[in-house]
Every structure is written in structure tokens, then in C-alpha cells.
């Protein structure tokens, strides 16, 4: 993609970053380098949580960072295929940026933070749906944060945003199922490590118990009570047995 293209739009974001008060800028230098340690502790959080869960879940979970590094090593690939100078060397008239501009070789299309942070938004989305009114917004703010420092232009941004995310979608699809059956495997493991770190999976369901079942076929709850005695006891015992040789003299 051309640069200039979005070259306004970055001059425009770098005055608005100059423009800002301190403590704005302070936050978002700080926060474009912070948003991938949160996404990695939200990737343990969601591994830890799966522990107790069933294999697929547990799998979609180990997954997640997987295919988030698949993602960064095709950014790498990408960037060196295409060599795009960074735009705090190449945007004449820009202002300053807010971050040390990377060195030369260290080429800037597209974003590896954005592909990076877009990555793990959408794996974690997928393993964990109820955090991805958090996950998506950090990918955001990691995007807007690089061109907001001065070290991409906004299509680097744009570009790492949707690669990171359809990288992390097609991964997470295509690895499940055999992550899958390695978690199964892994449970059924008599070493240590290797069940803490797959789990035990969720805890087995108690047998159904039949309460004062008789001792075979044909006699359900409560069959004693039915003849005046408690199940087991004596006369319940008579009762099933029929009556005794010799116990009504009649007969003989």
C-alpha cells in the first residue's frame, strides 16, 4: 500500500498526540506496550479456568496463544516482504514521535502489535465470550496507541488489526480438534505435571441410587413395606420365600 495515503491521517494523529495534555500521553506510551502483558495474563486466566472444564473448552484455551504467535511470525514475514520505512523518517513535516523510532530494517507494515494484540482479542473471544467487550477494546487501543506514538502509519494499524484477527480465527478452527484429543490424552497421563496442566477436566457425575432397591430383578422401592415389614428384614424375607415347609400343618 502506498504510504501516502494515510500520511494526512498520520500527521493529523501526531498533532492531536503533541496536542494532548501530559498525563494523556504518559498513559497511552505506557499503555501501547502494556495491553499485550494484559492480553497474556488474560490468556493464564482463561487457561487456569479451563482446567475444570471439558476438553474442547480446555483446547480452544491452549489454542488461543498458539495462534496468536502464528499470527506475529506471518506480521514478520509480511513486514519483510514489503520493507516500509517507518513514518517518523519518511513523513516530512510530521511531528515528533512520542516513542523512539524503531531503527532502520525495522520495518513498519504492517503493525506487529496491532496483529499481536488483534490475535489474542479474537482468540480469547472465542475461548472465554464473556471478556470480549474487553479483549476487543485493548486490540483497539493497541492499534490506535502505535500511530498514536508516531512509530505507524494507520494503515500499518488497520492491516495488522484484520490479519491478527482472521490468522487467530482460522488457527484456533483448524487446531481445536486435534488439541482436543491431546488434552483427553494428557488427562488420562499418570505424571503429575502433565495432569496439572491439562486438568482433570469437570468432576463426574454421582451413579443414580436407587434408594431400598431389592437384591434383584422384580422387587423396586419399597417392595417390603408393601407386605408390612421394611425391606430386608424378616418377615419381608418370608414374604418373597413363600411359605416354609412344614409351617401350616394342614397340609399334612
Not at 499418570?190 to 495432569?195: D, K, P
Not at 417390603?224 to 416354609?244: F, I, K, N, T
Request: glycine letters at 10%.
Amino acid at each position: 500500500m502506498d504510504p501516502s495515503v494515510t500520511s494526512g491521517l498520520y500527521r493529523d494523529i501526531t498533532d492531536l498526540a503533541h496536542d494532548s495534555p501530559s498525563w494523556v500521553r504518559h498513559f497511552v506510551e505506557i499503555g501501547t506496550e502494556a495491553v499485550i502483558v494484559i492480553l497474556g495474563l488474560l490468556f493464564l486466566a482463561s487457561w487456569w479456568r479451563r482446567r475444570s472444564a471439558d476438553s474442547r473448552a480446555m483446547a480452544v484455551a491452549v489454542v488461543g496463544p498458539l495462534a496468536t504467535a502464528v499470527a506475529y511470525v506471518g506480521s514478520e514475514l509480511f513486514k519483510s516482504a514489503v520493507q516500509e520505512e517507518r513514518p517518523c523518517r519518511a513523513v516530512a513535516g510530521a511531528a515528533a514521535s512520542l516513542a523512539t523510532c524503531p531503527p532502520v530494517g525495522d520495518w513498519s507494515f504492517p503493525s506487529n502489535h496491532s496483529t499481536i494484540a488483534a490475535a489474542a482479542a479474537v482468540a480469547l473471544a472465542i475461548a472465554w465470550r464473556a471478556i470480549a467487550f474487553l479483549t476487543i477494546p485493548l486490540a483497539l487501543f493497541a492499534a490506535f496507541s502505535r500511530v498514536f506514538v508516531g512509530v505507524h502509519y494507520p494503515h500499518d494499524v488497520a492491516v495488522g488489526l484484520l490479519f491478527g484477527g482472521l490468522v487467530a480465527t482460522l488457527v484456533v478452527l483448524a487446531l481445536t480438534r486435534p488439541a482436543r484429543a491431546l488434552i483427553e490424552t494428557m488427562r488420562t497421563s499418570r505424571t503429575g505435571v502433565v495432569v496439572w496442566f491439562a486438568g482433570r477436566g469437570p468432576a463426574p457425575e454421582p451413579a443414580a441410587q436407587w434408594a431400598g432397591a431389592g437384591p434383584g430383578p422384580g422387587y423396586g422401592p419399597g417392595y417390603g413395606s408393601a407386605h408390612g415389614a421394611a425391606p430386608g428384614s424378616e418377615p419381608d424375607h418370608q414374604a418373597r420365600q413363600g411359605p416354609v415347609a412344614g409351617s401350616d400343618r394342614r397340609y399334612r
